[in-house]
RNA sequence: GGACGAAUAGCUCAGCUGGUUAGAGCACUUGAUUUACAUUCAAGGGGUCGAAGGUUCAAAUCCUUCUUCGUCCACCA
């Protein structure tokens, strides 16, 4: 059969994920005699296009998932997309400002309209991106957080958590974001340092000539909301001021200075001015000192009939305008740079206000009582573990969650209003809480309802995603499958995510999995690191500093994505274009090699058994080559267990590169006519298929369908069993010695400039039988590659003049090289050595000496280090003579 | 302000429970190639393991302090 000189992934990628998916070798089900392993997919949100923190996560997911297949466990891997409420908007809305419309010039309706026909046109575009990375997910299962079903689970909850007296309406200051218009919940607003300024503004006392109190501010334009400035009751500075009354400038209205223990007298002037509307802090001293409420602004930022004079300008257009007109009045009296925090909206990146309104809330202390004993007591596990203390951090914190959202995309939320008819009594205010639409007011039975206009926080439906994906409240009583199934699947294993989503998602879910369900929705949580560009930044569209994954899927190939992200992935990822060449070289290697052995090898040596050929047949190498194969092995499993892929990948690109390829494939050149050779090659071959399938599902599953045709797809292959039988430790380490005698040579070589074409013979003399044999049984291995011309075995130590030596274990190389040695050059090299090993054997025995060490250390330790004496004076001993012989 | 992490070759990092002469990839130098692969092979140079103390027979590894970076959280107006 003919292969390419390279691997042409173009030709073969496509081709196998379509086969996978045709074959529904992905599509879970229930399997008493399996055990489950499901891992729930984050769902992309369906504006999302692939990129590199997507093509992470589920390469991740992808290796778990085809490990686990591929050990007999019934794995699902439940893929979907997330509606992604202000994301989604954003990107309709940008469609219609297009044509030079607002969503609220097209109505609510015609807007839901436009919303699905974007998701159905486009929604798709992540799912088949997934496709190409090789995902082996359950494509049929495919949810969407807005799907009928799905919505049920959302409404449900809500009422539920309502019924429960854990959801709660109320009129609080939340993050607003005045592009948006919409609520955000703390976790949606990204804090960010910012270069401002520090305003100190004088307040007149009413009443008294020329007296001030001054108060500094970083945002002067809500002055013109305060209802009080508070003083700390302790602060002697302002103890006379307490109660007196101050005017406001610019809108003259009258306000008390109060106090408060909250303000910090070291901070600006200490006295602090309070605007209960538009500041957290300010709101809860305005509840607490029954304060009035002025809010002055509109929903988008621009000033209202409570601004005065000030009334129509945008917020930050007044900022200036209130201080030079408090200039102009002589009331500011200096201005300061200051650094501080300002809140982002994380969709549109716009200043939030800190807005007053009313607005859903849950509860979530109670909630997270369980979530927080589940991490403390173990039953769920972070890798790596210094996530848990930042979980449990937050959890101990938890804040109540804003749930509501001021936009149309998303789940409304399941609350009426009684409008009423002209009966309508007090009840009827209560609102009408119910997972299906009420047809009648249940107190005084008017028809005449009005819903909410308010959606749901996308994260309050995809904090649910491990259960209602099953279809998950199950109201379909014949709905029997999907029960078993849950209940089959849950809890899911694993969750792969990244750290920023740990309180958006993960806390959630896991406090949604209790509240629900009754148990944790998963058992182990892997957090990866964040994909960076080569200078550290994070990679973003608006930075320009991103990679396509399609890009380098296109022209690297889907496996080299795959291999060169996660051989990069032990924390944060620094990634440029030439990353991805590890992934390519190394996908073309295997592809090379088996290019090798298939124009070698005949495919009836194919049922070849590994695990079950008798060893004694076999030479050195083969021997060794197997063994080293199922010492990978076992070290990939349990490195893959432990959730340590980049090591995993790296023992397998050590084993199949330096151990397979550059020495088995080397040795055995010449003695593809032996019998055993082409057997062991193609058997460890195929092994090797099996163990890197997962990691570079493409390359394996194409090259396993040219070498293994007959056995079924790669991908449902079971696992190379293990056991410790299949080492064998006496050829590793005879290898070993055979190895570094071979490098040796080779070093010579190239230390005397001795090219191919020049040929040169090389003479060991050895101490012991055994290394004897050795040398005899592996001496043509030897000759082809170290090159050499003609090689002799001796037991007495030869005087050769002009000869180079090099020193292996017990096995001297001695190089006779005729007229090119350089005596005097050669004999400092042997000096140098000589005196770098007598260095080494100074302190092994200074170290042996040591009676406190041969007392407390451990007997393996300290005999090693005896043994390496020993071989150490050996050695110095043997330069000793070599120089001896060159005198 | 709090919490957490990192510092090892020019660069990116591994080094897990203290125990051979601290490793790999990239980059660099030199050489090889009618041979499966130049997306190759061989050989080499390059390190006071951030600093200072401490514990120990033994420290890159454990402890303390410091320095420098990074990440997350937080209402200092």
Known sequence: MELSPRFNFNEVDEKWSKFWVENNFFHAH????????????????????????HALNNTLQDIMIRYKRMRGFETLWMPGTDHAGIATQNVVERQLSKEGKTRHDVGRDEMLRRLWDWKKQYGDTIINQ???????????????????EYSKAVRSVFVRLYEKGLIYQGEYIINWCPRCQTALSDEEAEHRDLQGNLYYLRYPIKGEENAFITVATTRPETMLGDTAVAVNPKDKRYKKYIDKTLTLPLVDREIKVIADEFVDSKFGTGAVKVTPAHDPNDFAMGKRHKLEFVNIMHPNGVLNERAGDFEGMDRFEAREAVIEELSELKLLEKIEPHTHAVGHC??????????LSKQWFVRMEPLAKPALEAVR?????????????VYLNWMENIRDWCISRQIWWGHRIPVWYCVGDGQCKLACKEPIVSATVPEKCPHCGSGNLKQDEDVLDTWFSSWLWPFATFGWPFEDKANKPAREELAYFYPTASLFTAPEIIFFWVARMIMAGFEFMGDIPFSDVYIHGTVRDAKGRKMSKSLGNAIDPLEIIREYGADALRFSLIINSGQDLFISKEKFEIGRNFANKVWNASRLILMRVSHSSADF???????????????????????????????????????????????????????????????WADENVPKVALGVLENSFKMMHPFMPFVTEELWDKISKGKGALCIQGWPAFSRKLLDKEAEKDMEALRGVVSAVRTVRTQWNITSGQTISCCFIVRTRKD?????ANLVMIKNMARLESVTVGQTLAKVKNAATALVGGIKCVIPLGGVIDVDKEKKRILDQAGEQQRLLEGLEKRLGNKEFVKKAPAEVVAKEKERSAALQAKVRELKQVIASLE
């Open 346 to 355: 994380y969709r549109c990146h716009t200043v939030v206000e800190p807005y």
């Open 772 to 776: 004897a044999a050795l040398l005899e």
């Open 377 to 389: 007591k173990g039953k769920i596990k972070f890798y790596p573990s210094l996530w848990t203390k």
């Open 30 to 53: 229930v399997d008493p005699a399996k055990k489950p392993y499901a891992v729930v997919i984050p769902p992309p949100n369906v504006t999302g296009i692939l990129h590199m923190g």
């Open 130 to 148: 997934l496709k190409k990375l090789g995902a082996s997910c359950d494509w049929e299962r495919t949810r969407f957080t807005m799907d009928e």
């Open 609 to 671: 058994d590994l695990a079950k050929v008798d060893r004694r047949a076999l030479d050195l190498p083969s021997r060794w080559i197997i063994s080293r194969f199922y010492v990978t092995l076992e070290k990939v499993g349990a490195a893959v267990d432990r959730y340590r892929f980049s090591e995993a990948e790296s023992l397998i690109y050590e084993f199949f590169w330096s151990n397979f390829c550059d020495w088995y494939l080397e040795t055995i050149k010449d003695r």
